[in-house]
């Protein structure tokens, strides 16, 4: 989460550096990844069976961090607590989270498990090795995974260790071992690598495609202090879909985009009020890839549970955002897949196999810490970025944390009473007022439950 954290200095160095990295990069050429199968398909179908129907889950924003590098009560210590005061997530129950997902998926049996992106806390090699060995649990349950990296999964500088009241370095992952660890997962299998990302295209069924987008920017995050959040589909990759979509549309194909950043806004002004979550250029390459024939992209990255679309000359363009599984309230989404509609319904993770303080339930744990965190976290924002003096700052902190929390669990909608409130922010500036507005609107469609019809 980093709603409106654009204020410290820390940022502003960065932004600088970040600036100037760019500059340094836009000299050099993007990434090069040798092309496995360019050009022609080496595998077949994955699907044996036929199927007309297919079950697909979707799993975003894991965040797994390995148990090996939370030891000694780090999770109480002073260096976990401070990265939780600007991120807060519920890293500390990442592995019983996941463990009580996987083992719903294994009585659910879905054919496909996506995952866009943030595999990791903050791209740890171990714990990409943990998870792809959970992964693996599943494919040899015959569900097909597949996965891309997100914003923190690749040559992250603040890949982590906690022991005690410290922090320590530990190894990161270069895309090349990022797309080692996961070959089972996309990589091996796919019909096309595009040669400029690790973006990928698996042929499910004969009819369906699987398009792996890679649009995260690790690139340059080497020598840089914080991991670039934005993300970008790289010229060249776009021009590597648009040419498989004119394949696609020859074949009669349909084709599942899935990518780590939204591919447009799912609050109105998100891009404004909350930059890097929308992928650069959002609004030129959003109806681009419609046009090419994309209709369905599954995204993560903003942990929210949240469904928009976009209409462009007779088309519809749906971004199925999934919430993280770290963030309240933990959601993950099971489809029905029938070639021409998709029937979707979401999941939470309600309980988990974790000694939890104060006897709390994992569902009262989870909100109990995300309206701290969010208040704690607003009040600073409030009072750092928007110079509002206390006691304001702490008295409508909590009206940005319920509508954070409520965008974060989707098919928003504001009560009375918490509109009586946040009125209240009139008097003192309109844009928060506006700000807070806007996360209270949902935009269409439905983002829970919902039965969406493809062309
Ligand atoms: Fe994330």
Same mark, same amino acid.
């Given at each position: 989460?980093?709603?409106?954290?654009?204020?410290?200095?820390?940022?502003?160095?960065?932004?600088?550096?970040?600036?100037?990295?760019?500059?340094?990069?836009?000299?050099?050429?993007?990434?090069?990844?040798?092309?496995?199968?360019?050009?022609?398909? $080496?595998? #077949?179908? *994955?699907? &044996?069976? %036929?199927?007309?129907?297919?079950? =697909? !889950? /979707?799993?975003?924003?894991? @965040?797994? +961090?390995?148990?090996?590098?939370?030891?000694?009560?780090?999770?109480?210590?002073?260096?976990?607590?401070?990265?939780?005061?600007?991120?807060?997530?519920?890293?500390?129950?990442?592995?019983?989270?996941?463990?009580?997902?996987?083992?719903?998926?294994?009585?659910?049996?879905?054919?496909?498990?996506? $995952?866009? #992106?943030? *595999?990791? &806390?903050? %791209?740890?090699?171990?714990?990409? =090795? !943990? /998870?792809?060995?959970?992964? @693996?649990? +599943?494919?040899?349950?015959?569900?097909?995974?597949?996965?891309?990296?997100?914003?923190?999964?690749?040559?992250?500088?603040?890949?982590?260790?906690?022991?005690?009241?410290?922090?320590?370095?530990?190894?990161?992952?270069?895309?090349?071992?990022?797309?080692?660890?996961?070959?089972?997962?996309?990589?091996?299998?796919?019909?096309?690598?595009?040669?400029?990302?690790?973006?990928?295209?698996?042929? /499910?069924?004969?009819?369906?495609?699987? +398009?792996?987008?890679?649009?995260?920017?690790?690139?340059?995050?080497?020598?840089?202090?914080?991991?670039?959040?934005?993300?970008?589909?790289?010229?060249?990759?776009?021009?590597?879909?648009?040419?498989?979509?004119?394949?696609?549309?020859?074949?009669?194909?349909?084709?599942?985009?899935?990518?780590?950043?939204?591919?447009?806004?799912?609050?109105?002004?998100?891009?404004?009020?909350?930059?890097?979550?929308?992928?650069?250029?959002?609004?030129?390459?959003?109806?681009?890839?419609?046009?090419?024939?994309?209709?369905?992209?599954?995204?993560?990255?903003?942990?929210?549970?949240?469904?928009?679309?976009?209409?462009?000359?007779?088309?519809?363009?749906?971004?199925?955002?999934?919430?993280?599984?770290?963030?309240?309230?933990?959601?993950?989404?099971?489809?029905?897949?029938?070639?021409?509609?998709?029937?979707?319904?979401?999941?939470?993770?309600?309980?988990?196999?974790?000694?939890?303080?104060?006897?709390?339930?994992?569902?009262?744990?989870?909100?109990?810490?995300?309206?701290?965190?969010?208040?704690?976290?607003?009040?600073?924002?409030?009072?750092?970025?928007?110079?509002?003096?206390?006691?304001?700052?702490?008295?409508?902190?909590?009206?940005?944390?319920?509508?954070?929390?409520?965008?974060?669990?989707?098919?928003?909608?504001?009560?009375?009473?918490?509109?009586?409130?946040?009125?209240?922010?009139?008097?003192?500036?309109?844009?928060?007022?506006?700000?807070?507005?806007?996360?209270?609107?949902?935009?269409?469609?439905?983002?829970?439950?919902?039965?969406?019809?493809?062309?």
């Amino acid at each position: 989460m980093k709603l409106f954290k654009f204020s410290t200095m820390k940022y502003l160095k960065l932004l600088i550096f970040l600036a100037v990295v760019c500059l340094i990069n836009s000299c050099s050429k993007d990434a090069i990844f040798e092309p496995q199968n360019e050009g022609s398909s $080496i595998s #077949g179908e *994955l699907l &044996k069976s %036929g199927k007309l129907s297919l079950d =697909i !889950a /979707v799993v975003s924003d894991i @965040h797994y +961090l390995a148990a090996s590098l939370l030891r000694n009560d780090a999770v109480n210590g002073a260096a976990f607590q401070t990265y939780l005061a600007f991120d807060p997530k519920l890293i500390e129950y990442s592995i019983p989270i996941l463990d009580e997902v996987v083992s719903k998926l294994e009585k659910e049996k879905p054919d496909i498990l996506l $995952i866009p #992106g943030d *595999l990791t &806390k903050d %791209g740890e090699k171990l714990s990409h =090795i !943990a /998870v792809a060995k959970i992964l @693996h649990r +599943l494919a040899s349950q015959g569900i097909m995974v597949f996965v891309i990296p997100g914003n923190h999964d690749i040559n992250n500088p603040q890949s982590k260790g906690y022991r005690g009241q410290n922090s320590y370095e530990t190894e990161t992952v270069s895309p090349e071992r990022f797309a080692d660890i996961y070959d089972d997962f996309g990589y091996r299998n796919a019909k096309y690598r595009d040669p400029h990302s690790l973006s990928y295209i698996c042929q /499910v069924k004969s009819d369906l495609w699987i +398009l792996g987008i890679d649009d995260c920017k690790y690139d340059q995050n080497i020598g840089a202090t914080e991991p670039v959040i934005s993300g970008k589909i790289r010229p060249e990759t776009l021009r590597w879909i648009k040419d498989k979509m004119k394949n696609a549309k020859k074949e009669k194909v349909t084709v599942l985009a899935m990518m780590h950043h939204g591919i447009m806004e799912h609050y109105t002004g998100q891009n404004q009020l909350d930059p890097g979550f929308v992928v650069d250029n959002w609004e030129t390459v959003a109806p681009e890839l419609m046009e090419a024939g994309i209709q369905v992209f599954f995204t993560g990255h903003y942990h929210a549970n949240d469904i928009t679309e976009l209409q462009s000359n007779g088309k519809t363009l749906y971004d199925i955002q999934t919430g993280s599984l770290v963030s309240t309230p933990s959601p993950y989404r099971l489809i029905k897949y029938s070639g021409n509609s998709l029937n979707i319904s979401t999941e939470h993770v309600v309980s988990i196999h974790a000694r939890i303080p104060n006897g709390l339930s994992f569902v009262d744990y989870s909100t109990v810490f995300h309206q701290q965190h969010f208040d704690a976290y607003f009040d600073y924002v409030l009072k750092n970025k928007y110079l509002m003096p206390e006691p304001y700052a702490s008295y409508f902190a909590p009206r940005f944390r319920n509508a954070i929390m409520a965008h974060y669990a989707g098919d928003e909608q504001i009560t009375d009473d918490e509109q009586v409130k946040v009125y209240e922010l009139l008097g003192v500036s309109q844009e928060l007022y506006g700000a807070v507005m806007t996360l209270w609107t949902d935009l269409p469609p439905k983002d829970n439950e919902i039965h969406l019809e493809l062309n």
